[in-house]
């Protein structure tokens, strides 16, 4: 399975941003899937998660801003209020018997 991210881009602070992640097999079963980001100097992180029965978590930071969302074989970030803290390259991350990632998407907010 590869994946493909995209949909970011530069936005100013309280902007919203949706990414994408487009798997080449048209349906797959996942076990989890997520969304990650890393900054530079800084580990990556968790910022979306949801399993194959459909229950989501987010980090503190982003709780009630980002959304994670499936339709077939894309899974979405809805990324509302962003936050110059929120630049960072976005990586999406699909859990099916292996592990598959995404090449990253850029996602800079201005303030």
């Known amino acids: 399975v590869q994946l493909q991210a995209s949909g970011g881009g530069l936005v100013q602070a309280g902007g919203s941003l949706r990414l994408s992640c487009v798997a080449s097999?048209?349906?797959?079963?996942?076990?989890?899937m997520g969304w990650y980001r890393q900054s530079p100097g800084k580990e990556r992180e968790l910022v979306a998660s949801?399993?194959?029965?459909?229950s989501t978590n987010y980090p503190d930071s982003v709780k009630g801003r980002f959304t994670i969302s499936r339709d077939k074989n894309t899974m979405y970030l809805q990324m509302n209020s962003l936050k110059p803290e929120d630049t960072a390259v976005y990586y999406c991350?699909?859990?099916?018997?292996?592990?598959?990632w995404g090449r990253g998407t850029q996602v800079t907010v201005s303030s």
């Open positions: 949801m399993c194959a029965g459909g």
């Open positions: 991350r699909v859990d099916s018997g292996a592990t598959y």
């Open positions: 097999r048209r349906t797959f079963n996942f076990r989890a």
